[in-house]
């Protein structure tokens, strides 16, 4: 439907009325001088049709397919499986659930899908007799044993390798746990399927089960389209003057964006690997119902509140105003993709310039401007603006974002009827990461739940569950005080704030009064005179060195007059001889004076003056600046 409203003393000419009526033009534009204008745009252009077999022989890969299958071939895609666990509870009926399995292998073409190369070209091809599926079914005591590993064995049927140019892109396994109890996984890769598909297959299976169990007609429409007739109308439609304007948008919105520097507990890797694991949290309902309201009141949606909160935590987190997070949209705009499996998800990087100054509802209209530019844009593949935007591609980062905030808003199906079994999902978190942190959160009748995915070889688990903390407490403050400033915005747990404002600051200790730092280190030198005193870069000096060393330079210092009360200057860079010198000097019972090489001439000898000092301990490759000041000089 088009409403159009014409300003006053206009008029639209009745040609192009009869346009509009007859649909022969779909897009309209209101140019700024009040004129409207038609643009020759198909009326079908951005429906997916389906192609020509025939004509058609080799079929290409969508453009998340060919990142994918990239992936796989240079260091595999254990991180792209994606698993449904469920817990069957009652009688069930092995064969209606097989053939419920065999027929939605039959019904959706992209899971019997194999990928081939032939003279550099990537293509999809189609198996063509999908009854070789068949539904693993394993009854063996070893996981049934208490302590025996069925969660390990259930991960390891997760983890398996797909070879992608031979095995279905589903494969089932039915684990018999008792005579009325089993557990049912399900791992397709994420080359045929997104989260949207894991929920397809979960209505799928309870609408087949149904029908073959009480041996029944199948119910189920037939469907319009398959994946591949997205994947060939996706290369064709993606290109052109429209194309590339949105193409344009992201090359503008993300050039010379910054990479995260989110503090980790280790060293990043060169390269980066997926090993990952995952925690949960909660927020509460009460806070949930504020944001919604907070939402409502401001005219965005929970997602780009939560968003702007995030942006909040990171910007707190690392000190940087430009922050970019990524995010998934399932891009299935046309009404016939919707019933699809296949991999439709695109991913959106969303960049932020978050300010301490601005007040939260200032950052969420600004991140709410940001959001609807990238959805008007989302058309564009990940891969496409990758291409476009990132210059060179650092291996021990994820290109344009290194975090992601995703809100599922799939209905949930956690607890469904199979004929008369209880079906509930269990809680099979991969042990692999695509990015160093994913925030997942999903609506539920009691509020938020979370779970954040993140990369093992940065982060240990404390730092995760303070981080959630940190993040939860921050939802708790915006929606008591949106119009503060973010940077005042409070995120610490009331014991953090003990600590940092009491613990920290209490510097008392007791101080052996009768005891001097030069026999306190002694002591520690006759403890452990071989563990490392000081360390300076690559050079190191054990207790027993730097006690040895001191000592023999406090006796040159009193044979040359030194006493309790004399002030010698130390002129040396720093290093493990600067050490050397103020022990040695203390020892020999008198006070050093520090001074720096990069002080001005004058000051060094104001200094030197002040200090009436006779004797100037200094190095080699300082000495030479200081016998301009002095000629009294020892090295």
């Given at each position: 439907?088009?409403?159009?409203?014409?300003?006053?003393?206009?008029?639209?000419?009745?040609?192009?009325l009869?346009?509009?009526?007859?649909n022969?033009?779909?897009?309209?534009?209101?140019?700024?001088?009040?004129?409207?204008?038609?643009?020759n745009?198909?009326k079908?252009?951005?429906?997916?049709?389906r192609?020509?077999?025939?004509?058609?022989?080799?079929?290409?890969?969508?453009?998340?397919?060919?990142?994918?299958?990239?992936?796989?071939?240079?260091?595999?895609?254990?991180?792209?499986?994606?698993?449904?666990?469920?817990?069957?509870?009652?009688?069930?009926?092995?064969?209606?659930?097989?053939?419920?399995?065999?027929?939605?292998?039959?019904?959706?073409?992209?899971?019997?899908?194999?990928?081939?190369?032939?003279?550099?070209?990537?293509?999809?091809?189609?198996?063509?007799?999908?009854?070789?599926?068949?539904?693993?079914?394993?009854?063996?005591?070893?996981?049934?044993?208490?302590?025996?590993?069925?969660?390990?064995?259930?991960?390891e049927?997760?983890?398996?390798?797909?070879?992608?140019?031979?095995?279905?892109?589903?494969?089932?396994?039915?684990?018999?746990?008792?005579?009325?109890?089993?557990?049912?996984?399900?791992?397709?890769?994420?080359?045929?399927?997104d989260?949207?598909?894991?929920?397809?297959?979960?209505?799928?299976?309870?609408?087949?089960?149904?029908?073959?169990?009480?041996?029944?007609?199948?119910?189920?429409?037939?469907?319009?389209l398959?994946?591949?007739?997205?994947?060939?109308?996706?290369?064709?439609?993606?290109?052109?003057?429209?194309?590339?304007?949105?193409?344009?948008?992201?090359?503008?919105k993300?050039?010379?964006?910054?990479?995260?520097?989110?503090?980790?507990?280790?060293?990043?890797?060169?390269?980066?690997?997926?090993r990952?694991?995952?925690?949960?949290?909660?927020?509460?309902?009460?806070?949930?119902?504020?944001?919604?309201?907070?939402?409502?009141?401001?005219?965005?949606?929970?997602?780009?509140?939560?968003?702007?909160?995030?942006?909040?935590?990171?910007?707190?987190?690392?000190?940087?105003?430009?922050?970019?997070?990524?995010?998934?949209?399932?891009?299935?705009?046309?009404?016939?993709?919707?019933?699809?499996?296949?991999?439709?998800?695109?991913?959106?990087?969303?960049?932020?310039?978050?300010?301490?100054?601005?007040?939260f509802?200032?950052?969420?209209?600004?991140?709410?401007?940001?959001?609807?530019g990238?959805?008007?844009?989302?058309?564009?593949?990940?891969?496409?603006?990758?291409?476009?935007v990132?210059?060179?591609?650092?291996?021990?980062?994820?290109?344009?974002?290194?975090?992601?905030?995703?809100?599922?808003?799939?209905?949930?199906?956690?607890?469904?009827?199979?004929?008369?079994?209880?079906?509930?999902?269990?809680?099979?978190?991969?042990?692999?990461?695509?990015?160093?942190?994913?925030?997942?959160?999903?609506?539920?009748?009691?509020?938020?739940?979370?779970?954040?995915?993140y990369?093992t070889?940065?982060?240990?688990?404390?730092?995760?569950?303070?981080?959630?903390?940190?993040?939860?407490?921050?939802?708790s403050?915006?929606?008591?005080?949106p119009?503060?400033?973010?940077?005042?915005?409070?995120?610490?747990?009331?014991?953090?704030?003990?600590?940092l404002l009491?613990g920290?600051?209490?510097?008392?200790?007791?101080?052996?009064?009768?005891?001097?730092?030069?026999?306190?280190?002694?002591?520690?030198?006759?403890?452990?005179?071989?563990?490392?005193?000081?360390?300076?870069?690559k050079?190191?000096?054990?207790?027993?060195?730097?006690?040895?060393?001191?000592?023999?330079?406090?006796?040159?210092?009193?044979?040359?007059?030194?006493?309790?009360?004399?002030?010698?200057?130390?002129?040396?860079?720093?290093?493990?001889?600067?050490?050397?010198?103020?022990?040695?000097?203390?020892?020999?019972g008198?006070?050093?004076?520090?001074?720096?090489?990069?002080?001005?001439?004058?000051?060094?000898?104001?200094?030197?003056?002040?200090?009436?000092?006779?004797?100037?301990?200094?190095?080699?490759?300082?000495?030479?600046?200081?016998?301009?000041?002095?000629?009294?000089?020892?090295?």
């Amino acid at each position: 439907k088009l409403q159009l409203k014409v300003p006053e003393n206009k008029k639209i000419d009745k040609s192009l009325l009869d346009e509009i009526k007859n649909n022969k033009k779909s897009i309209i534009d209101f140019l700024s001088n009040g004129n409207w204008k038609v643009k020759n745009v198909d009326k079908d252009h951005n429906r997916v049709p389906r192609f020509n077999r025939i004509e058609t022989p080799q079929i290409p890969l969508s453009f998340s397919q060919e990142r994918l299958w990239f992936i796989d071939q240079l260091e595999g895609s254990l991180q792209y499986h994606s698993p449904i666990v469920l817990r069957l509870k009652g009688k069930l009926h092995i064969q209606a659930l097989a053939n419920s399995l065999q027929s939605i292998v039959q019904r959706h073409e992209v899971l019997r899908t194999i990928f081939r190369e032939q003279n550099g070209i990537v293509f999809q091809q189609v198996k063509a007799d999908e009854t070789n599926w068949e539904l693993n079914i394993i009854d063996d005591l070893f996981y049934k044993k208490p302590g025996a590993g069925l969660h390990e064995f259930v991960e390891e049927l997760i983890r398996k390798p797909f070879n992608l140019s031979e095995d279905f892109m589903l494969r089932g396994a039915l684990l018999v746990l008792d005579e009325q109890d089993y557990l049912l996984v399900i791992t397709m890769h994420h080359i045929a399927s997104d989260a949207w598909s894991l929920n397809i297959i979960i209505k799928e299976v309870v609408s087949l089960y149904d029908s073959y169990s009480q041996e029944l007609p199948v119910q189920l429409p037939p469907l319009e389209l398959q994946y591949a007739d997205y994947a060939v109308w996706q290369r064709n439609f993606l290109q052109g003057e429209i194309f590339e304007q949105k193409v344009q948008y992201w090359k503008e919105k993300l050039d010379g964006v910054t990479p995260l520097q989110l503090p980790g507990d280790f060293v990043k890797p060169a390269i980066r690997s997926s090993r990952g694991a995952s925690i949960g949290f909660s927020i509460d309902k009460e806070i949930s119902d504020q944001l919604h309201d907070l939402s409502r009141q401001q005219g965005t949606t929970l997602f780009i509140t939560l968003l702007s909160a995030f942006n909040v935590l990171l910007h707190r987190y690392t000190g940087q105003q430009d922050i970019c997070v990524g995010t998934s949209i399932g891009n299935r705009p046309q009404r016939e993709l919707e019933n699809l499996v296949g991999f439709f998800v695109n991913t959106l990087a969303l960049r932020s310039e978050v300010n301490s100054d601005l007040s939260f509802t200032d950052l969420l209209q600004q991140v709410k401007i940001t959001t609807f530019g990238a959805y008007s844009n989302q058309e564009v593949p990940f891969e496409k603006v990758v291409e476009t935007v990132v210059k060179e591609r650092d291996p021990s980062r994820s290109p344009l974002f290194q975090v992601m905030l995703v809100l599922h808003n799939i209905p949930a199906s956690s607890q469904l009827q199979l004929g008369e079994l209880n079906l509930s999902a269990e809680n099979y978190e991969p042990n692999t990461v695509k990015f160093d942190l994913t925030f997942f959160i999903t609506e539920t009748e009691n509020g938020l739940h979370g779970s954040v995915r993140y990369s093992t070889d940065l982060y240990k688990e404390e730092t995760i569950t303070r981080m959630m903390g940190h993040f939860s407490n921050l939802l708790s403050s915006l929606v008591k005080a949106p119009e503060q400033k973010i940077g005042l915005l409070p995120m610490l747990a009331v014991t953090e704030q003990q600590e940092l404002l009491e613990g920290f600051n209490e510097s008392s200790v007791d101080y052996p009064k009768e005891k001097t730092i030069v026999s306190l280190f002694e002591e520690q030198a006759g403890k452990a005179p071989d563990n490392a005193a000081v360390v300076f870069e690559k050079d190191q000096l054990s207790y027993r060195e730097l006690n040895e060393r001191s000592n023999q330079l406090a006796h040159y210092l009193v044979s040359k007059g030194v006493r309790a009360g004399t002030l010698v200057p130390v002129f040396i860079d720093r290093s493990t001889e600067m050490l050397v010198a103020i022990m040695g000097i203390l020892k020999s019972g008198a006070a050093y004076v520090p001074i720096d090489v990069d002080f001005p001439h004058d000051r060094i000898s104001y200094m030197l003056e002040d200090t009436t000092a006779t004797i100037v301990i200094s190095s080699k490759s300082s000495s030479s600046h200081i016998r301009e000041l002095t000629s009294s000089l020892v090295d």
